[in-house]
């Protein structure tokens, strides 16, 4: 049986996880103190996503770029694709909070959305 160790980042306790895997099976998970941990190892072992935020840049604003994330998940081997496909957006002022600036970002079903307001100059 495999152990793998994880530290889990499904509520600000960090507990120290111990999966013990069969294959490519999980037989337990241990060290969790609440349910979180569970499912954040089960998920991470089998299916790890990400929320990505990052900045995009704006022009015609008050500010020059604005502050920007995904609106659900993305598969982890995505997450360069998503921010490659972030790098040369540039949007125009005014942006809102919430406003879709990238629609299915690098194909992951995600939206990339605003998470600031920017008005025009």
Known sequence: MKKVNLICIGCPLGCPLVV???????????????????????????????????????????????????????PKGKIFDCVRALKDLCLSAPVVTGQVVAADIAGTGADVIATKDIDKI
Request: proline share 4%.
């Open 20 to 74: 013990e895997m069969e294959g490519s099976e999980i037989r337990s998970v241990t060290g969790n103190t609440c349910k979180n941990g569970d499912a954040y190892a089960r998920k991470e072992l089998t299916n790890p996503t990400r929320i990505i935020t990052s900045t995009v840049r704006v022009t015609g604003g008050t500010l020059p770029v604005v502050s920007v994330k995904t609106a659900s998940d993305v």
